[in-house]
C-alpha cells in the first residue's frame, strides 16, 4: 500500500496545472510521468519557482467567487482518492470535485448515450433510471444533452444520488442550457471534472474538445457498469463502451440499439462481451446483490 502523504492541496493542484504548460501535455503523457516516478506527488515533479509563479493564478481560479461552489481535490496518494480510479488505462492524478464526495463510496451505474434522443430513448433512459434509484443506485453521467440531461434529472426527480462527470473545469458550463443542473448536482449531489483550469483558458476550442472522451474513461472508472441507451455509430459514447470492457466493468447495451439497420457498433461489443438488455432484470443479474459485504468494498 502506498505511503500517505501530507500535503498542501492548493500547491499540488498548481503543480499538477503547470505540467499541463508544455504543450504536448495529455492525459497519457502524465500517467506515464507519475507511473515513471512511483509514490512521487505533482510537487516532487515540477521545480519551485514554477510553483510560485503559478500559485496565484491557480488560487484565483480554483477560488473563483463569480460561480455559486467551492472546489474540493482528489489527489492520487491521499485517503480519499478513490482507488478504483486506478483502473483506468491512463489513471488521472488529480481531480477537481463539489458536493457530496461520500457518493463515491455508494454502488454507481453510469447511463449514457446521444445528445440526440429519439422520444422512445428518453422514455427508456427515465424508465431504468427510475428503476436504479429504487435499488439504491447512484447514477452517474456526463451533463450533456439528450440522454445524460435525462439520467440525471431523472435521479434528481426520483430522490436519487447522481454524479455529473464533465468535460470542463468546474467553473464552465456545457452546454450553457444545463448551467442551473450543474449547480444542482454541486450543491446537493456530485460534480467532477479531471480538466485543468489553466490550461482550458489558455487553449484553443479544438483542443478543448478533447477533453470530452477523457472524462468518459474516468466516468466508466467510477461505475460498476455502464449502460448504454442509444447511440450513432460515431457517438463519443463508444469511448466510455471500449474503457469499460478494457476497465473490466460491465457493459450493458439496450435491446432496441441492436435492432437498428443503420449501427453496427451494438454486435461489435456484445461480441467482445458486453450484455444485451431486453428487461431491467437483464442488468440486475449480472451485478452482484447488495450486501454488506460488497457495500463496505465500495468504501475502501
Not at 457518493?103 to 424508465?127: D, M, N, Q
Request: hydrophobic letters at 35%; a positive charge; proline letters at 5%.
Amino acid at each position: 500500500m502506498k505511503n500517505l502523504k501530507v500535503i498542501e492541496p492548493l500547491k499540488e493542484v498548481t503543480a499538477y496545472e503547470a505540467l499541463w504548460q508544455d504543450r504536448n501535455a495529455s492525459f497519457k503523457s502524465l500517467s506515464e510521468l507519475f507511473l515513471n516516478n512511483p509514490g512521487r506527488i505533482p510537487s516532487d515533479l515540477v521545480q519551485p519557482e514554477i510553483i510560485e509563479e503559478l500559485y496565484s493564478t491557480i488560487k484565483q481560479l480554483i477560488l473563483n467567487k463569480q460561480f455559486d461552489y467551492r472546489t474540493y481535490l482528489l489527489i492520487n496518494g491521499t485517503f480519499d482518492y478513490p482507488s478504483r480510479l486506478r483502473d483506468a488505462k491512463e489513471p488521472i492524478e488529480v481531480l477537481y470535485y463539489s458536493g457530496n464526495i461520500d457518493y463515491l463510496s455508494s454502488r454507481c451505474i453510469s447511463i449514457v448515450g446521444t445528445r440526440k434522443p429519439s422520444e422512445e430513448g428518453l422514455r427508456r433512459a427515465k424508465k431504468l433510471v427510475s428503476l436504479l434509484v429504487k435499488d439504491d443506485f447512484t447514477i452517474v453521467s456526463g451533463l450533456a444533452t439528450g440522454i445524460d440531461t435525462q439520467a440525471h434529472k431523472t435521479a434528481i426527480e426520483k430522490g436519487g444520488r447522481t454524479i455529473g462527470v464533465i468535460g470542463t473545469p468546474l467553473d464552465t458550463f456545457y452546454p450553457k442550457e444545463n448551467k442551473e443542473l450543474q449547480k444542482v448536482i454541486a450543491k446537493d449531489h456530485l460534480l467532477i471534472s479531471q480538466v485543468p483550469f489553466y490550461r482550458y483558458k489558455k487553449q484553443s476550442i479544438a483542443g478543448n474538445k478533447l477533453f470530452f472522451p477523457e472524462r468518459n474513461k474516468t466516468m466508466s472508472a467510477l461505475s460498476e457498469a455502464t449502460v448504454i441507451v442509444e447511440a450513432s455509430e460515431t457517438s463519443g459514447t463508444l469511448t466510455q463502451a471500449r474503457a469499460a470492457l478494457y476497465q473490466g466493468r460491465k457493459l450493458f447495451i439496450l435491446d432496441s440499439c441492436f435492432e437498428r439497420k443503420d449501427i453496427t457498433w451494438p454486435q461489435r461489443f456484445a461480441d467482445q462481451g458486453a450484455i444485451r438488455v431486453k428487461e431491467y432484470e437483464d442488468i440486475i443479474k449480472h451485478l452482484p446483490p447488495i450486501t454488506k459485504d460488497n457495500e463496505s468494498a465500495a468504501k475502501d
